[in-house]
Nanobody
Framework: VQLVESGGGLVQPGGSLTLSCAASGFTFSSAVMSWHRQAPGKERELVATISRGGGGTNYADSVKGRFTISRDNYKQLVYLQMNSLKPEDTAVYYC???????WGQGTQVTVSS
């Protein structure tokens, strides 16, 4: 079983990034997928969730209107499009599969001028 995140990096405030999470080793279409993040010294928090078929999404208030979660069940990928990035979005971003309970290793996003 693997969840591998990619797409993180350094971006200026107001910029955009798209994170990807590639899944393997389990039935991807049976999993509710989500993105979480953890900033230094803070607890991990839920950012966005997408239903098995992709028709339902939920977002943390702090990212609503700026982030978009999506998935491709054929390619076994889940994405997080992040726009209008702010310094407070700086964190390690993780994807998670539920109810299987699988975590990726995380990808660092740094928003700084």
């Amino acid at each position: 079983v693997q969840l591998v995140e990619s797409g993180g990096g350094l971006v200026q405030p107001g910029g955009s990034l798209t994170l990807s999470c590639a899944a393997s080793g389990f039935t991807f279409s049976s999993a509710v997928m989500s993105w979480h993040r953890q900033a230094p010294g803070k607890e991990r928090e839920l950012v966005a969730t997408i239903s098995r078929g992709g028709g339902g999404t939920n977002y943390a208030d702090s990212v609503k209107g700026r982030f978009t979660i999506s998935r491709d069940n054929y390619k076994q990928l889940v994405y997080l499009q992040m726009n209008s990035l702010k310094p407070e979005d700086t964190a390690v971003y993780y994807c998670y599969a539920s109810p299987q309970g699988y975590w990726g290793q995380g990808t660092q996003v740094t928003v700084s001028s």
